[in-house]
């Protein structure tokens, strides 16, 4: 599934970001997941969502991350809480396992 991510940007250590994964078709039957790459580090997984709903998050951004998603609208999201220095990256999304990624959207997290 083709998918495009947005909503990266510039934000102080505290603020919040909300990133969208519009895929490019039905992302109603598939378990779909966010990953970060930091700046001269390997792309990590972060999130994923169930298509039944269900949630896992890593310990690193528990209680700050939130991942929700809307099939209607092909759409999966990750609300991004008191952002941390490090969390600066690049946030990819994905069918989980697929590893079919866009060109992912910058976040960066700095006074």
């Known amino acids: 599934v083709q998918v495009e991510e947005s909503g990266g940007g510039l934000v102080q250590p505290g603020g919040s970001l909300r990133l969208s994964c519009v895929a490019a078709?039905?992302?109603?039957?598939?378990?779909m997941a966010w990953y970060r790459q930091p700046p001269g580090k390997q792309r990590d997984f972060v999130a994923s969502i169930h298509s039944t709903g269900s949630t896992y998050l890593v310990d690193s951004v528990k209680g700050r991350f939130f991942i929700s998603r809307e099939n209607d609208k092909n759409t999966v999201y990750l609300q991004m809480n008191s952002l941390k220095p490090e969390d600066t990256a690049v946030y990819y999304c994905s069918v989980l396992g697929r590893n079919q990624y866009g060109q992912g959207t910058q976040v960066t997290v700095s006074s």
């Open positions: 078709g039905s992302i109603e039957h598939y378990t």
